[in-house]
């Protein structure tokens, strides 16, 4: 028996993450080191949200290779796939029975309601059908597998209120038990700045690359905003990027930099020199591990297949209660 498997009897925590784009730093923070550390208390399943890509990506090439870029991430920053289920939404089909039988029970008004949805018709857009339903496979993905808890950024928690709200209507009408019904676990973790000050995203374009080579990594940290006193004078340190995110990734040597750049004598250059420094020490090892897993595609696969034939496992187990409470079987 696998450790996975003797970690039954405690709680499940399952997330999913999105293939959109390559990984920025501010995702590794705020997202990945966060979530890894949950496996010492939890069973943990992560899975790669490939279909609720489709609402975005358009480019089959770019999704497939986003797949195995945030797979290979994930394992190189250390997931070990032998106490984790890492696998693909889209190898286990049984969501979309529990998304159908979910959709049976939502009104069309809660899913209206949704801020994805709402935030689109508001900019004037036409969503896809596929952006009004996200929320549901949403739903099945968490409830197929009897999570209880889900860690999440603020974002999701609307979704998470649909998803506790869904289940327990489904026990309601159907039986008790039918559904675990799971909780948010909302992230506390600070919100990483990109390199303009503003929050880190892939779409603003001010992220900090996560495995981009060492020359890259140091021409975006040396490109990142700063003040403009001298060499000599002294600079607030508290609500200066570069030292906030000294802070997120060596908090042990934070209070030095601070003092360095209160006394002067210290320039916003060797700020960002420590701060690429502490980020390569971080992510070098990582790097490498992550081009290594990224180069061999068969073995990443198999991993993720792995983990897909043990999620269809537990699939299984719950689609057959939900089939025969709702009267299919
Ligand atoms: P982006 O905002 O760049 O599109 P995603 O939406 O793919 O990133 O985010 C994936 C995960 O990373 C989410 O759980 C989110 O909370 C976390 N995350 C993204 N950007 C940041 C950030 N700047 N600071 C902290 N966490 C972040
Ligand atoms: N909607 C989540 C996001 O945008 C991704 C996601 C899909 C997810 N299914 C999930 C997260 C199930 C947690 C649980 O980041």
Redo the contacts with the bound molecule.
């Keep these: 028996m696998s450790t996975w498997d003797n970690l039954r009897p405690v709680k499940t925590s399952l ?1 999913g ?2 293939p ?2 390559l ?10 080191r966060p ?1 890894l550390s949950l496996v010492e208390e939890y069973r943990t399943l992560y899975f790669i949200a490939d279909y609720h890509a489709l609402t975005s990506v358009r480019e089959a090439a770019a999704l497939r290779g986003y797949i195995r870029d945030v797979a290979a991430t994930w394992l190189a920053c250390g997931l070990d796939p032998d106490r984790t289920l890492l696998y693909r939404q889209s190898d286990v089909p049984q969501v979309f029975e529990l998304t159908w039988v979910l959709s049976c029970l939502l009104a069309t008004g809660q899913l209206e309601r949704g801020h994805a949805y709402k935030d689109a018709v508001a900019r004037g857009e036409a969503p896809s059908a596929g952006l009004f339903n996200y929320p549901v496979l949403m739903a099945a993905d968490i409830l197929l597998y009897d999570t209880d808890v889900v ?6 928690k609307q979704h998470l209120e649909l998803t506790r709200d869904v289940a327990q209507r489904l026990n309601h009408v159907y039986g008790e038990g039918t559904l675990v019904v799971p909780e948010a676990l909302i ?1 506390e ?6 390199t303009d000050g503003e ?6 374009g001010n ?1 900090i690359p996560l495995f981009a080579p060492p020359k890259k990594l140091r021409k975006v940290i040396m490109g990142i905003k700063t003040t403009s006193e001298t060499l000599e004078d002294p600079k607030a340190a508290e609500g200066s990027t570069v030292y906030e995110l000294y802070a997120l990734v060596a908090p042990d040597r934070a209070p030095e930099m601070k003092k360095q750049l209160e006394a002067g004598g210290y320039g916003w250059g060797h700020a960002k020199q420590d701060l690429y420094e502490a980020i390569e020490a971080e992510l070098g090892p990582k790097r490498e591990a992550y081009l290594d897993i990224r180069a061999d595609e068969p073995r990443l696969d198999a991993i993720l297949h792995a983990g897909a034939d043990r999620a269809r496992a537990i699939a299984d187990h719950t689609m057959a209660r939900v089939r025969h409470a709702v009267g299919i079987e």
């Design positions: 997330t993450i999105k959109t784009h990984p920025h730093l501010g995702n590794y923070l705020g997202a990945i979530a860690p999440v950024g603020k974002d999701q992230s973790a600070p919100l990483v700045p990109g929050k880190m995203s892939k779409s603003r992220g």
